[in-house]
């Protein structure tokens, strides 16, 4: 069973940067397509980046295409949420997802079995 715990999140001021870390265990994440999805308060959990097994193909909701980068590293059995000029509507709770049935999984969230329990990203402005 693959375990995901999340690393990272904090407290920034707007505009500035974080790197959240998605640490799997249990098995290799290299077949896997792996995603980020958060949960601001009060709301319901949306999407924000995929990245296929193949980390050429990445997709990412509108709302941060061009300030967030989603990336991986096989070996380190890792996926990264890079998060730059971030805004205060950028606060919420991060989650990493990830699944073996599908190459590129997408932005449903029944695509992905497996989750970590998040962490907590707040942008004050």
């Known amino acids: 069973q693959l375990q995901l715990v999340e690393f990272g999140g904090g407290l920034v001021q707007a505009g500035g940067s974080l790197r959240l870390s998605c640490v799997a265990s249990g098995r290799s994440i290299s077949y896997s397509s792996l995603a980020w999805f958060r949960q601001p308060p009060g709301k319901e959990r949306e999407f924000v980046a995929a990245?296929?097994?193949?980390?050429?193909?990445?997709g990412y909701a509108d709302t941060v295409k061009g300030r967030f980068t989603i990336s991986r590293d096989n070996p380190k059995n890792t996926a990264y949420l890079q998060m730059d000029s971030l805004k205060p509507e950028d606060t919420a709770v991060y989650y990493c997802a990830a699944d073996s049935r599908f190459n590129y999984g997408g932005s449903s969230i029944d695509a992905y079995r497996d989750w970590g329990q998040g962490t907590q990203v707040t942008v004050s402005s």
């Open positions: 990245i296929a097994t193949s980390p050429s193909r990445t």
